[in-house]
């Protein structure tokens, strides 16, 4: 059972355009959300986070939006550039539990 | 700060050997770590959390004889992969909080390429 959902496996977006990357849980005990890039051979670099008490999270070019009703979180990187092609993988945790990640979004920003 | 070292980076094994990673918290002490496996165009999986000075917890259909995990101190923490078989071969991750206690985020290592000849 997947808990975690990324229906987008890729996404192509030019450079200093956005990227929306979605991300959907099934798990509504779920309080902590997070943001991971990953590039091959390497592990996962952490992004963004927020809280299940916050809507809105911002930090640069990142934001993460979390809607909790439609239990459903989005990266948003404004403007996309090329350093930022990689995996995306969202992850959340119901207090200090576990991280349970997402299937990966990989992200292509094209020059 | 929280900087995860994971090593070896990639080990290539012949069926039937053991392989030991190792994982270490540089510049801070971590009480629990996780280690993850990623197989390819995959999802990263939980395999099992590494406690200090206490037995590690599997998820569940993770054969604990067959990944074992040793936190011997507060920035060391190993998974042996005993009598390896192909279908070992995968990208096994670790991870740590840097502060156990608390909402903080993971920080992983740079993970382990193994393959099982």
């Known amino acids: 059972d997947q808990q975690v959902k990324q229906n987008s496996p890729s996404l192509s977006v030019q450079e200093g355009r956005i990227s929306i990357l979605n991300c959907d849980y099934t798990?509504?005990?779920?309080?902590?959300f997070l943001w991971y890039k990953k590039y091959p051979a390497e592990g996962p670099t952490f992004l963004i986070s927020?809280?299940?008490?916050?809507d809105k999270n911002e930090d640069g070019r990142f934001t993460v939006f979390l809607n909790k009703s439609a239990k459903h979180l989005s990266l948003h990187i404004v403007p996309s550039q090329p350093g930022d092609s990689a995996v995306y993988f969202c992850?959340?945790?119901?207090?200090?539990?576990?991280?349970?990640f997402g299937t990966g979004t990989l992200l292509a920003v094209q020059p | 700060g929280a900087v995860v070292s994971q090593h070896p980076s990639w080990v290539i094994c012949k069926s039937g050997t053991s392989v030991k990673i190792e994982c270490r918290s540089l510049?801070?002490?971590?009480?629990?770590m996780f280690w993850y496996r990623q197989f390819p165009k995959q999802s990263l999986m939980l395999m099992a959390t590494?406690?200090?000075?206490?037995?590690?917890?599997?998820e569940q259909g993770v054969e604990k004889d067959k990944f074992l995990i040793n936190h011997a101190s507060l920035t060391l923490s190993t998974l042996t992969v005993t009598s390896a078989h192909p279908e070992d071969s995968s990208f096994y991750i670790c991870?740590?909080?840097?502060?156990?206690?608390?909402?903080?985020?993971?920080?992983f290592g740079n993970g382990t390429r193994l393959t099982v000849t």
């Open positions: 510049d801070f002490q971590a009480t629990t």
């Open positions: 590494s406690n200090e000075g206490s037995k590690a917890t599997y």
């Open positions: 798990n509504s005990m779920f309080d902590y």
């Open positions: 927020i809280s299940s008490i916050k």
């Open positions: 991870s740590a909080k840097f502060r156990d206690t608390d909402n903080s985020p993971l920080h």
């Open positions: 992850a959340a945790s119901r207090g200090t539990n576990k991280l349970i």
